[in-house]
């Protein structure tokens, strides 16, 4: 299962619990849960073929919101790509006009330390200074699924190399 955007859908996307019949092909996979993604349409779940080959398109359902800039990347990322595990509406960050890949929700061990945390953080609405407490707030352990994490979440994405982070709570 490969996504240009998001790096472990197996452990970082919203799956239905047991093999059920894609919504839009009927196979019988861990579909992804579709039931939480805005949209025209509303559909149970879609397998992850579907998913990539632009099903969604027509269905007009996006689990992904982004700076639609009309690019390939954009509505790969809108409609091809698992949605972002997260509370509440999180748009994909974008950085110097390039979309980043999601990595994963983050623990204290995918920083060097709380200064290579805090230098990744992509300041939109906060600085540095309001968000320094969360280094604090990570889960020491790397995660290996959605449901390890607490009701903060740190959302980390890579471009060229380089770590972002953006956060959420429940
Ligand atoms: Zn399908």
Not at 3 to 22: G, I, L, Q, T
Not at 37 to 61: F, R, T
Not at 113 to 118: A, T
């Amino acid at each position: 299962m490969e996504f240009e955007f998001f790096r472990y859908p197996e452990k970082f996307a919203y799956r239905v619990d047991e093999p059920k019949p894609c919504s839009v092909c009927s196979k019988i996979e861990l579909c992804f849960d579709a039931g939480g993604y805005p949209g025209i349409n509303d559909i149970d779940c879609i397998c992850s073929a579907c998913l990539k080959a632009g099903a969604l398109i027509e269905l007009e359902i996006e689990p992904n919101m982004n700076f639609d800039d009309g690019s390939p990347a954009a509505e790969t990322i809108t409609y091809k790509t698992p949605g972002l595990p997260t509370w509440q509406d999180t748009g994909w960050p974008m950085i110097n006009g390039k979309f980043p890949i999601f990595e994963c929700i983050a623990s204290a061990e995918d920083f060097t330390d709380k200064n290579d945390f805090l230098s990744s953080f992509l300041e939109e609405d906060q600085t540095k200074d309001d968000i320094e407490w969360l280094w604090d707030r990570l889960p020491k352990k790397k995660l290996n699924h959605y449901n390890e994490g607490g009701d903060i979440s740190v959302y980390l994405f890579s471009l060229e190399g380089k770590k972002y982070w953006i956060w959420d709570a429940n």
